[in-house]
């Protein structure tokens, strides 16, 4: 390709440039290249232009990666197809958000499930099959090697993360009198704190493997659960329970340090127990040791648990700042983190005190994480009264300069905090930035299925609210499935977006989606999608497709599944499909949901009766129109008589079909006719 364009004589010379560039002993050849001439090589008379260096280098060094990551810049996302992360097939592939969720469990449940088999019997697993083997590649060992009590023993089950076996093995080694080391018996209080004297499940084994392997790393900091703390209990799983194995053995220590303390502090607070580490905090000072920056950071988080009133947590969390400075104990990121998510529930004290510790931050040199703004804007716009976009602004440009690298777990909940402040904020502008931030480098990666289904569903639902309807639709292709499963809302969004832009004609193709996304069951965008379609008249072509998505309404309410309940029409859906029957000129149709009124006790609007008048006369129906007269006479109407009046005027009628018509007497008519005879009585 480049020696076509460059002809060949001129690729030759280019190469040979490069090949006498390469000289030995390292040296680099300069070459002065002059914008003073053409590319055919005749001079400009120009005397005055610059002339450009250029310094070819001998040899380029690669990244590892750099085959790989310039193959994979040549591949561009495929916006019909779903995460990578499922499998090809079409029953294999999610439909929603929901099924998204369930199928990604599904799979990590399986991986679970076969290390699971590999622990529980490994004397099956024994064969080294692979050549060459690959030691990184294979089953971890997971068996103990040592047998007898000791307590080499024991320092391996609690390497293995053998709960149960090492509680069992520390209290034979203390009843036959063996002395335990305290490095030993610290490392157990690890093992118990950390999984809150419970057996390690195979979901958290992972998760947790590296930080257990660090004890010095807070445990509660580095793999914090995913949902937000609940009212008494600092963890979605196991609650500290009362004189657990943790506290015995703690208490049955010949020697204690501080990190004996320490461990218990974390492991309280870890699993809900707050009163009980400030009470250990308490023994911790009264030792006269000193604790380290991960637990102080811990006790931070418990904060809100211990006291009630925001003045009072805000003084309770500088307090432990004071002890840290007394202490000599340096602040790192995750405790200015835990500060920030104190300051979170602490009402308007968060938002008077959470930039000044910005600055402190600012002041320290300490970089914020994303996970900082994200606490950050969680306090000035989540409630009532949201604060000037100010803020926000600030924050997405120190964002929009960096690329950031997972330092808290809280780090994966900023795109998604950031993006419903700029929905709150009706901001289009601020959101686009924020988009632009998320794709530069590997930020993207802070998005799980769920996170990034968040996410993206926030950002079209501004995108509905805020942009052109033709920008909507570019968006809305480019991000369904491959991105994001639109929610009902988005959904809804999208089709008020269409109604605004008077581009209705997009429906039969939005109708088609829902269906896809298992939506066609779903009252409240069956009555919208249909109230749309039958609003106004359209060109033919468009009635038509109308309705087709109408008869497809109409097939799910008839639709009978055991594990489905049954779809019930309301009057204005009926008369929506009706309407869009008979100006589709299906006029059977459309007689077939006019009895479904009659079925259901519910009465049509005038609209649906001319509509469906006008309909037979257009196809030269007279039975069906004197049947609407029958229904509209049976329903007692007043319109009744003004319909059978048109049909005398409009229609040709046979003799038949007139006498038919003379007979059916409306109410009115019966009234009148009674109180003529009760006259002539007189």
Same mark, same amino acid.
């Given at each position: ?18 090949r006498?560039?390469c ?7 300069r070459?002065r ?5 053409t ?6 008379e ?6 450009e260096?250029?310094?070819l ?6 990244d590892?990666?750099a ?7 040549t591949?561009n996302?495929d916006?019909?197809?779903a ?5 090809d ?8 958000a929901a099924?998204?969720?369930?199928f ?15 622990k ?16 990184c ?21 609690v390497?293995?993360r053998?709960v149960k ?19 030993t018996?610290?490392?157990l ?21 590296e930080?257990l392997e660090?004890?010095q ?10 949902r937000?703390?609940?009212r008494g ?16 053995i ?7 340090n ?18 009980k ?6 023994d911790?000072?009264?030792e006269r040791?000193k ?13 809100p648990?211990?006291?009630e ?7 309770l ?22 500060v ?33 703004y994200d606490?950050l804007?969680?306090i ?30 809280d780090d ?9 402040a700029?929905?709150?904020l ?6 686009y930035?924020?988009?632009k931030a ?8 802070f ?33 369904s ?7 009902p809302?988005n ?19 939005v109708?088609?989606?829902m269906?896809q996304l ?5 009252q ?7 109230? !749309?379609? &039958? +609003?106004?008249?359209?060109?033919? /072509?468009?009635?038509l497709?109308?309705? *087709?998505?109408? =008869?497809? @309404? #109409?097939?799910?309410h ?9 779809l019930?029409?309301t ?8 309407l ?5 000129g299906?006029t ?12 259901i006790?519910r009465?049509p ?9 006008n ?9 069906e ?16 008589q003004? !319909?059978? &009046? +048109?049909?005398?005027?409009?229609? /040709?009628?046979?003799e038949?079909?007139k *006498?038919?018509? =003379?007979? @059916? #007497?409306?109410?009115?008519?019966s ?7 009760d006259?002539?009585?007189?």
């Amino acid at each position: 390709m480049a020696a076509r364009r460059l002809g060949g004589s001129s690729w030759q010379q280019v190469v040979s440039l490069s090949r006498r560039c390469c000289l030995p002993g390292g040296r680099r050849e300069r070459y002065r290249c002059s914008s003073s001439s053409t590319a055919l090589g005749k001079p400009v008379e120009n005397s005055g232009v610059t002339q450009e260096e250029i310094v070819l280098p001998r040899k380029k060094t690669w990244d590892k990666l750099a085959v790989l990551q310039t193959l994979a810049s040549t591949v561009n996302r495929d916006p019909t197809a779903a995460h990578y992360m499922f499998q090809d097939d079409p029953f294999l592939m999610p439909r929603n958000a929901a099924n998204s969720r369930l199928f990604a469990l599904s799979k990590e449940s399986g991986k679970n499930t076969a290390k699971y088999i590999i622990k529980q019997f490994p004397q099956y697993f024994d064969k080294t099959l692979a050549e060459p083997n690959v030691s990184c590649l294979m089953p971890e060992t997971l068996t103990p090697q040592i047998e007898g009590v000791s307590e080499e023993s024991l320092k391996e089950r609690v390497h293995l993360r053998r709960v149960k076996d090492s509680v069992d093995l520390f209290d034979q080694l203390i009843q036959a009198g063996t002395p335990v080391s305290l490095e030993t018996t610290n490392s157990l209080l690890d093992l118990l704190c950390f999984y809150g004297d419970r057996e390690p499940t195979p979901e958290k084994e992972e998760e947790e493997k590296e930080d257990l392997e660090e004890p010095q790393v807070n445990v509660s900091e580095q793999k914090a659960p995913k949902r937000q703390f609940q009212r008494g209990s600092q963890s979605s799983g196991s609650r500290w329970r009362e004189d657990n194995n943790a506290e015995r053995i703690f208490k049955i220590m010949p020697e204690r340090n501080a990190h004996s303390y320490c461990t218990m502090i974390r492991g309280m607070v870890k699993h809900g127990a707050a009163a009980k580490a400030y009470d250990m905090y308490t023994d911790l000072l009264n030792e006269r040791h000193k604790a380290d920056v991960h637990t102080f950071n811990a006790l931070i988080t418990a904060v809100p648990y211990l006291k009630e009133r925001f003045l009072e947590r805000w003084e309770l969390a500088k307090v432990f700042l004071n002890h840290m400075a007394q202490q000599g104990v340096q602040p790192n990121l995750l405790t200015f983190n835990a500060v920030l998510k104190t300051l979170r529930r602490c009402g308007a004290v968060g938002r008077s005190m959470s930039l000044l510790v910005i600055k402190e931050m600012e002041a320290l040199d300490i970089e914020p994480s994303l996970a900082t703004y994200d606490h950050l804007l969680f306090i000035f716009y989540r409630g009532v009264d949201l604060c000037p976009s100010g803020i926000i602004s600030e924050v997405l440009d120190d964002v929009e300069k960096r690329t950031f690298t997972p330092q808290d777990p809280d780090d994966a909940n900023f795109f998604a905090t950031a993006m419903q402040a700029c929905c709150d904020l009706k901001d289009i502008k601020l959101a686009y930035r924020l988009n632009k931030a998320m794709e530069k480098g590997d930020n993207w990666k802070f998005l799980d299925v769920d996170r990034l289904n968040a996410y993206w569903s926030k950002f079209f639902s501004l995108l509905c609210m805020m942009e052109q309807i033709d920008v909507v639709l570019k968006w809305y292709k480019g991000m369904s499935p491959s991105l994001f499963y639109p929610t009902p809302k988005n959904i809804l969004d999208l089709l008020q977006a269409l109604d605004a832009a008077n581009h209705l004609e997009v429906i039969p193709s939005v109708w088609e989606d829902m269906k896809q996304l298992g939506f066609n069951r779903r009252q409240d965008l069956l009555e919208e999608l249909l109230s !749309l379609m &039958s +609003r106004e008249q359209h060109p033919e /072509e468009i009635q038509l497709a109308f309705a *087709k998505c109408a =008869e497809d @309404i #109409k097939a799910v309410h008839e639709q009978s599944r055991r594990d489905q309940a049954p779809l019930e029409w309301t009057s204005n859906m009926l008369g929506h499909v009706v309407l869009l029957f008979s100006r589709a000129g299906r006029t059977q149709d459309a007689w077939n949901m006019m009895e479904r009124f009659q079925q259901i006790n519910r009465i049509p609007t005038e609209q649906v009766m001319d509509e469906f008048l006008n309909c037979a006369k257009q196809t030269n129906c007279p039975d069906e129109a004197i049947k609407l007269v029958k229904l509209a006479v049976s329903f007692g109407l007043p319109s009744s008589q003004r !319909l059978k &009046s +048109r049909m005398e005027k409009e229609f /040709e009628l046979s003799e038949k079909q007139k *006498k038919t018509l =003379e007979s @059916i #007497k409306s109410d009115s008519d019966s009234s009148d006719s009674d109180s003529d005879s009760d006259s002539d009585r007189d």
